[in-house]
Each structure stands twice: as C-alpha cells, then as structure tokens.
C-alpha cells in the first residue's frame, strides 16, 4: 500500500518522516521542456524524507 506515487517520490504520502517538497527535476512548476515532469507526473511536488541529507 504505501508506495509511491510518483518516481521522484522517495515515500507515499503521509509516510512518517517524510513531506512534500517542491519537484527538483522542474522546480515545481510540473514541466520540464519536453513536456510534463517524470519525476512528481506534472504535479511539481514530490515525497521525500525530512532531516536527511
Ligand atoms: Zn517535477
């Protein structure tokens, strides 16, 4: 069940640890030149740990 929902995501939403940050691959905004960002699916955000690295 908890996996994640896009491939920049490092947990699923709601992961203990973990939030939502902005999409580095497009800075947010979703896009990337070629068209909609792989890494949040055109969503500009992404799930990734807090406190790491
Ligand atoms: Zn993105």
Known sequence: ???PTHPGDEA???TPGTGENWCRT???SGR???GACPDCGG???VV???GGA
């Open 1 to 3: 069940m908890a996996e």
């Open 12 to 14: 699923a939403p709601g």
């Open 26 to 28: 497009c800075g947010g």
């Open 32 to 34: 990337i030149e070629t």
């Open 43 to 45: 969503t500009g955000k």
């Open 48 to 50: 990734e740990g807090i």
